[in-house]
Structure formats: structure tokens, C-alpha cells
């Protein structure tokens, strides 16, 4: 009894000494991960006092002042909604483009043919912001390609400037999205799919399966848990819809639209020196995306899907 | 070919060395001890200066001060936050916002200059105002202002602020008339953009254009009290009877502008893409010569005009015009240089040497070390023409557009932020910049400019927006009164911003039918932002000016 007891924490530390490489190499990360995310943690402080920067954290405390601020403010709840709108095309496009073009590229027999389409599909990823914004803004002008295209089919007779549609700036950013990450989002996919046991594929063709019943039948079912693993991460990602391509593409036209709650917080927060209305914005945020993410993993998990954590 | 350049420079310095040893040897030197001193800045224009610089190596050789220089490279503001909170200064501090005077960095300066600066103490207290300005609400002056400070006359040719600009391809084809009004300022850019639907290489030409990305969209409100004969107050006007401060947004003046754009918008005159255009993108269609109208300040868009003359295209290049409703408006686009107050060198509390630094900063301020540290040495860089004027042969001049040379020779880094002349040294004699003295200016000119300024009997672009700017009234100008960061006054600012920049578009773009409509959901918009906290603050800072400094004038 005694020694079963006495042996218990000598394992542990036997495990531990054994593994002491492991143990090492992860420790910068593991100082990284609480340097960079847990330290500045203490500055959600600032949310709750008038902060400013030349008393630091001797500044006066106010409570929930600046989220009273942020919920009773018109424009706040107009950015969360195009935060909430941009993020969900995002979301919906990003899973379905990616996985159709995935299963697309699994079905291309001629190996060239499919990488060459892989490697075009993915090269925008390495593009920035700033580029893509700028090609995006010159296709979209008035005597851009679009506007030509649309044209030249006799859709329309006038061009439109399409950035300053305010309804189109959604979409805009959604298909933006799509070009620009779809190859790079595949590549997951692709991973999961080459796992997939052939002899499946053969089985099922003896049996008469068609491509779509294999499809349907055996790749989808086989990239089940990396899918599914991928929504709860992205879940946990809801209230980013991205900062670099609205704050290129927005205008005045566009305003109503196009704010984000990025681009308000650095507006309203950070230009205006009001450090404390930025960290509201900015921690309401996390814990939003936090919630779901765990919210969705609990679900998840019920269903008896895979689980995150 | 380079060995070749090599050797005629220093064939040249070898001739002109006896001149320049004599100029050199007349400048004015000290008795004091060596001293170093430390320099913060934020100036990031001019990398730290070589050992071997010239103008350096003069002002350690005869004032017996060297420089060591910090230069606040990537975030300003951080590297000035670490630095008050480690009351951590080096002597002499650049300031270019409140923040070191508000945290105590700073020493107190006018006993100083009273007792051991005469030069400076003429110089800032030439203008009385000025003095008063450059004293902090506590009474004390901690700042040298680095400029707007002229002295026995202001020069100015090149024009930088606002006005309506045209192509000077228009005028010339007008066969270059004296307008003064909005409507003539239109109707010839009408007429010419009938002539002429593209430019010479095929792109569409664009009637007036407007600057309304991001910052830059300052350039979408500001017309109105131009137009209607009003100072650059900015946001505002200031009534000149009664001192009465109102935000112009929505007011008659702007009314009438913007009634206007929506009418020209139907012509097609007005660029529909300047509400989606980025900085890019409209400085792109000035530099391709499209547009032939704008209302801008001409450093905004001076990159633009450059890319032009480069390709020799002149005439595309724009000309600024003091245009206003109707001929019963004096028009008053161009003012009086301002005091850049809370910009310039300060004294830090860490300096262990206060007295030597002001004797220093007030020997250097001299029409000869300025000329030293800006112009270059005499017989080497320039010379005297036989009236007394600057000369430069091609070769001088040229040697402006090289960095390198620059950076050995001239003494930028220290003089962008020091104190310096401005205007003349003495009264009719030399301009203190070099190339505003008449000669080396007029030489300078391309053969189009000067037909264009012959034309209109100006002098330079400057002279053609007001020969004579009036005196700047005390409390002027209003724009340099800002709400503190994260007060309910300057949020309701912001807000107001983004309501202009958002509804005015709508406006303009609206079917005239449905402008009325349209500005009045626009002026529900902007009282719905609490603008009038913002009006009452800008007021009591008026009314705070006024009281000191006199009433109007």
C-alpha cells in the first residue's frame, strides 16, 4: 500500500526527469506565450479608470464608465454590426470556397494541372493588405475592369462607383477575402484528404460508386473532424473581421458600412488619446470571442464531434 | 567620370579655398569652455551628421560646442513616455507637443534670454503677441519656436497654402484673364473641358476634383469661408466685429458652395470618384495632368506638380487663385507666417549647464553662422553677384539635390529646430532663405511661369494670392485652439468630421431636385454630433485670446 503511495509522485518526477528536453525546449514558448498574452492582460485595467498615460496606473478609477459609453453609443452598435455582418461572409465563404475548391483539386488527375492550380490559388496569401487594397480599388473604379466587364454584357449602361455603394462593401470585402485566402485555406484540407485510406476509394468503386457518391461518401466524412476543428477555432475569431482592408477601402460614402471595430477603436480610442475607450473596445471584444469559442467546443462536444479542448 | 567630377570639385575648393579660409576666419567666435551638449529629437528628415561635417566641425572649432544626438527613430510619443517616466533627459529636448512641458521637463527660459541672449530676446520679442503666445498658461516660456517668427519683411515666392488652383494651360488658352469670381473660376474650366475631353495622352480630363481621403479630407469643408472672404480659421469663423466664434459646416457660405458642386455635378463637372479616391489615387490623376480644377493647399499635392515638370509638362501644372463668391468680397487666402508656438528646443532640468547652452543657442542664432549651417561657405557654395545679391552657378545649385552632399556640408539636423532668422536679417537687406533673395529666385524660374507671372504683373505665385496679407489679428488663428485628447469636446469634433465626411458626398452627388432635402438631413446629422460643445470651447479660447492680447486688431 505504502510503497504504491510512495511511488506515485517518484513516477512523476522520474517522468519529468526523463523528459527533461521536452521540458526545455518548450519553456521559451512557454515565456513567450505568458510575456505576450498574459502580462499585458494587466493592462485591461485601463478599461475601468480615466486613464492617462503621463499618471499611468495612479489614474483615477470610474468603473464601467467607458463600456456605458461604448453600448449607449449609436455608432458602436453600428460597427459591431458590420464587425458581426464582414465576419460571418468571411466565415461562410472562407469554409465553403476552401473546402469546394479542395475537393475539386482532390478529383484532378494530372498532377501538374493540380499543382499549378494549387500554387496560383495560394500565391495572393503572400500579397499585403495594402497591395490587394489597391488592385481591389483600381478594378473597382469607374473605368476599372468591373466596370467594364458589366458593360461590355450590357448589365449596365452607366459605370458605378462601386466603393461608394455602401451596401456593396460587405460583399466587396467577402469575395476580396475569397481570392485572397481560398488557396492558402485549401492547403488544410488537401492535408486531411491525402490520409484518407485509397483501398476506400477502390472498394468503392468495385461497388459501383459514381465520383459525387465518393465525394460525398468517403472524402467529406474523412475531412469531418478537421473541418469541424477549423469552425471552432474560427468561431473563436467572430468579432475580427479583419482591419487592414476595410481601413484601406473605406470612404465617407462608405462609412456606414465599412467601420469596423477595429477601425473604431483606433478613431474614437487610440487618435484621441482615450487609451481607456480603446481598451473597453478592445477587451468587450476578446471576451465576446472567448465565450464562443468555448460555447462552441461544449456544443461540439455533445454532439460528439471533436473537441478542441 | 566620377574620378572627373571628383577632380574638378577639388580643383574648384582649391581656388575658392583662400575666399572661403578669409570668410570662415570673420566668423564670430566664444571665449567660453568646450562643451557638449545632448539632443533629443524627433525630427527623423536628416540622419545623425558624419564626424567630417563641415558646418559641425566650424561650430566646435569656433563655439566650442559638440552635438550628441539622440534621434526618437519609429514611436515618438512611446520613446517620450519612457523618458518622462524615467525623468531621463538629455540638455536640450525637441518639443513638438505639450507633453515634455506638461510633465515638467522643461526649465524655465525668459530670465535666461533676458539676462544672457540679446539676439534672441530681439528676435521673439519683436512681436509682442508673439511673446505673450510663448508663455504657458503657468506664465513661464520653456520653448524656442523653431519658426514663423519673420523679421523686417516677410518673402515669400513659392505659394504652399490654400487656394483654388487651375491649370495653367486654361489661363494661357483664356489668353490670361483677371477672374475673381466663383462662376468665372467654373466657366472657364468648363469651356476648356469642352475643348479638351482628354489629355494629351487620351485619358478623360476631370472639371474639379476634391481631396477627401482620410485626414486629407479637410480640403472637402474648408472652400466655403474662403470663398466668402474669411481667414483660414478652419472649422470655423470668426465674425471680425463681435469676435463671434460658429462652426462653418452648415452655414450660408456653405450652403452656397455646395448648392454649387451639386449644380456642376449635374453638368458632369465635378470628379464623382474624389469620394472614393484614396491619397494615391488623386495625386496619380494631378500628376497625369487630368485634373483641371481643385481647392487644396499646394503642399498637399506639390509631389504631383514635381512629377509634371520632370516630364516637361508645365503648363498641366497648377496655379493658385484668390477666387470668392462675388466681386464685392475681398478676398484673404493668403495670411501672415503664424508663431509655430510649442514647437522648437528646450532647456531640459537635466541640463548642467543652462547658462552655456543659452549662450550658445543665442551666438548661433547670427546672419553669419545661419548662413553656415543653411547656405554653405561663401567662395565655395555660393558668392556675391556685384548688387550684393547670392549667386550660384548651375553647378552650386545642383549641388542642392544631393543628399550626401548636404549631409557633409550644411548643419540641417540642428537648424531645422533651432532658432533662426526668417523673413530678412536686417531691413532691406538679404532674405534669410537663399532662394527667396530676387535673383537667385528669378533665375530659377521655368520660361512658362514667368509668362504666366508677367501677365498678371506678380512677382511670384505668393504675390499673385495677396501682394500685401493683412496683419494677423491677435487671437488669430482659431485652428490652433484644440480641444485636449479624450475630452467630450474633441470627440464631438471627431464626430462631426466623420458626419461631413459621410453626408456631404450624398449632397453633392444628390439629383438637384433633392438637394434641399439632402442638406437638411445633412444639418440634423451634424447637431445630433453636439458640435455646439466643441463651438463653446473654441469660443472661451477666442475670448481668453482676446482678453490678453486685445480685441480685434
Redesign the interface.
Known amino acids: 500500500m505504502s510503497s504504491i503511495a510512495m511511488n506515485k509522485p517518484a513516477g512523476f518526477w522520474k517522468k519529468l526527469s526523463t523528459q527533461r528536453q521536452l521540458l526545455w525546449m518548450s519553456l521559451p514558448i512557454v515565456l513567450y506565450v505568458i510575456l505576450f498574452t498574459y502580462v499585458p492582460l494587466a493592462g485591461w485595467t485601463m478599461a475601468f479608470q480615466d486613464f492617462k498615460p503621463a499618471k499611468g496606473f495612479a489614474s483615477p478609477w470610474v468603473g464601467l464608465k467607458w463600456f456605458v459609453y461604448l453600448f449607449s453609443d449609436d455608432q458602436f452598435v453600428m460597427v459591431m454590426r458590420n464587425t458581426l455582418a464582414m465576419s460571418l461572409i468571411n466565415l461562410v465563404f472562407g469554409f465553403t470556397f476552401a473546402i469546394g475548391l479542395a475537393l475539386t483539386l482532390n478529383e484532378v488527375a494530372a498532377k501538374r494541372i493540380k499543382s499549378l492550380a494549387q500554387t496560383i490559388s495560394y500565391l495572393p496569401h503572400f500579397l499585403s493588405w495594402v497591395v490587394v487594397a489597391g488592385i481591389v480599388s483600381t478594378m473597382l473604379s469607374s473605368d476599372g475592369v468591373f466596370n467594364i466587364i458589366l458593360k461590355a454584357l450590357g448589365i449596365i449602361k452607366d459605370p458605378i462607383v462601386w466603393l461608394g455603394q455602401p451596401k456593396a462593401f460587405w460583399w466587396i470585402v467577402g469575395f476580396t477575402n475569397v481570392w485572397k485566402e481560398v488557396g492558402w485555406n485549401t492547403i488544410i484540407y488537401l492535408a486531411a484528404m491525402s490520409t484518407i485510406d485509397p483501398s476506400l476509394y477502390e472498394a468503392a468503386e468495385i461497388d459501383g460508386c459514381g465520383r459525387l457518391a465518393r465525394i460525398r461518401n468517403i472524402t467529406l466524412p474523412g475531412i469531418k473532424p478537421t473541418i469541424v476543428v477549423l469552425i471552432i477555432m474560427n468561431l473563436g475569431w467572430i468579432m475580427e473581421s479583419g482591419f487592414e482592408i476595410q481601413y484601406l477601402l473605406r470612404n465617407g460614402m462608405n462609412a456606414d458600412y465599412s467601420q469596423s471595430i477595429d477601425i473604431y477603436v483606433v478613431n474614437y480610442g487610440m487618435r484621441q488619446g482615450n487609451y481607456s475607450l480603446a481598451t473597453a473596445g478592445g477587451m468587450f471584444k476578446s471576451v465576446v470571442n472567448i465565450v464562443l469559442l468555448l460555447t462552441a467546443n461544449w456544443v461540439s462536444g455533445k454532439l460528439g464531434e471533436e473537441k478542441l479542448v | 567620370m566620377r574620378r572627373a567630377i571628383l577632380a574638378i570639385a577639388s580643383l574648384a575648393a582649391l581656388i575658392a579655398s583662400p575666399l572661403a579660409a578669409q570668410t570662415v576666419d570673420k566668423l564670430p567666435t566664444t571665449t567660453l569652455p568646450p562643451i557638449t551638449i545632448t539632443v533629443f529629437t524627433v525630427n527623423t528628415n536628416f540622419p545623425i551628421p558624419p564626424e567630417d561635417n563641415r558646418a559641425y566641425k566650424l561650430i566646435k572649432e569656433k563655439l566650442g560646442v559638440t552635438f550628441k544626438w539622440d534621434i526618437a527613430v519609429g514611436e515618438a510619443d512611446q520613446k517620450i513616455?519612457v523618458m518622462?517616466?524615467g525623468q531621463d533627459y538629455p540638455d536640450l529636448l525637441h518639443i513638438n507637443s505639450p507633453k515634455f512641458i506638461?510633465?515638467g521637463a522643461c526649465i524655465p527660459l525668459e530670465d535666461l534670454i533676458e539676462k544672457y541672449a540679446p539676439n534672441l530676446k530681439k528676435h521673439y520679442q519683436s512681436n509682442p503677441v508673439t511673446w505673450a503666445k510663448m508663455h504657458e498658461k503657468d506664465g513661464h516660456v520653456y520653448c524656442l519656436l523653431d519658426y514663423g517668427i519673420p523679421e523686417n519683411g516677410v518673402v515669400d515666392t513659392e505659394y504652399y497654402g490654400p487656394a483654388m488652383f487651375i491649370q495653367k494651360a486654361i489661363m494661357k488658352e483664356a489668353g490670361f484673364p483677371k477672374i475673381t469670381t466663383i462662376d468665372q473660376y467654373f466657366d472657364l474650366i468648363a469651356k476648356y473641358k469642352a475643348k479638351h475631353p482628354t489629355t494629351k495622352d487620351g485619358k478623360?480630363t476631370i472639371g474639379f476634383s476634391i481631396l477627401?481621403?482620410d485626414w486629407h479630407?479637410f480640403d472637402?469643408c474648408n472652400p466655403p469661408p474662403f470663398l466668402a472672404g474669411y481667414p483660414n480659421d478652419g472649422d470655423g469663423i470668426v465674425d471680425p466685429k463681435t469676435g463671434k466664434y460658429r462652426i462653418q459646416y452648415y452655414g450660408p457660405e456653405a450652403k452656397r458652395w455646395y448648392k454649387l458642386l451639386n449644380g456642376l455635378n449635374d453638368k458632369g463637372l465635378v470628379d464623382?470618384?474624389s469620394?472614393?479616391?484614396?491619397y494615391?489615387?488623386y495625386m496619380a490623376k494631378l500628376a497625369n495632368g487630368q485634373i483641371l480644377g481643385v481647392h487644396d493647399q499646394y503642399w498637399q499635392f506639390q509631389d504631383a506638380s514635381k512629377a509634371l515638370i520632370a516630364q516637361n509638362r508645365i503648363w498641366e501644372t497648377m496655379m493658385p487663385l484668390p477666387i470668392v463668391f462675388d466681386k464685392s468680397i475681398k478676398p484673404h487666402w493668403r495670411d501672415q507666417p503664424l508663431p509655430n508656438l510649442q514647437r522648437g528646443y528646450g532647456i531640459s532640468i537635466k541640463a548642467k549647464d543652462p547658462v552655456r547652452i543659452i549662450k550658445f543657442l543665442d551666438a548661433q542664432f547670427d546672419p553669419a553662422w545661419y548662413k553656415i549651417m543653411q547656405w554653405g561657405v561663401e567662395g565655395v557654395d555660393y558668392t556675391y553677384d556685384k548688387s550684393g545679391q547670392p549667386f550660384m552657378t548651375a553647378e552650386q545649385s545642383n549641388r542642392w539635390d544631393d543628399v550626401t552632399w548636404k549631409l557633409h556640408n550644411l548643419a540641417e539636423l540642428w537648424w531645422a529646430e533651432a532658432p533662426k532668422y526668417e523673413g530678412h536679417f536686417t531691413k532691406g537687406g538679404l532674405a534669410a532663405a537663399l532662394r527667396n533673395n530676387p535673383n537667385l529666385y528669378l533665375s530659377s524660374l521655368r520660361p512658362e511661369d514667368r509668362e504666366v507671372l508677367k501677365a498678371y504683373g506678380a512677382y511670384s505665385y505668393s504675390d499673385l494670392m495677396d501682394h500685401n496679407p493683412p496683419v494677423n489679428p491677435p487671437w488669430y488663428p482659431a485652428w490652433q485652439i484644440v480641444p485636449?485628447?479624450?475630452s467630450p469636446e474633441?470627440?464631438a469634433f471627431?464626430?462631426a468630421q466623420?458626419t461631413?465626411?459621410?453626408d456631404?458626398?450624398?449632397v453633392i452627388l444628390a439629383k438637384p431636385a433633392d438637394f434641399e432635402k439632402e442638406w437638411t438631413a445633412y444639418a440634423d446629422d451634424l447637431k445630433k454630433t453636439n458640435i455646439d460643445v466643441f463651438e463653446a470651447y473654441i469660443q472661451k479660447g477666442l475670448d481668453d485670446r482676446m482678453a490678453k492680447y486685445g480685441k480685434l486688431k
Open positions: 513616455g518622462i517616466a506638461d510633465a478623360p477627401t481621403y479630407k472637402l464623382r470618384e469620394f472614393t479616391d484614396n494615391d489615387q485636449p485628447d479624450g474633441k470627440l471627431t464626430k466623420d461631413y465626411a459621410k456631404l458626398p450624398k
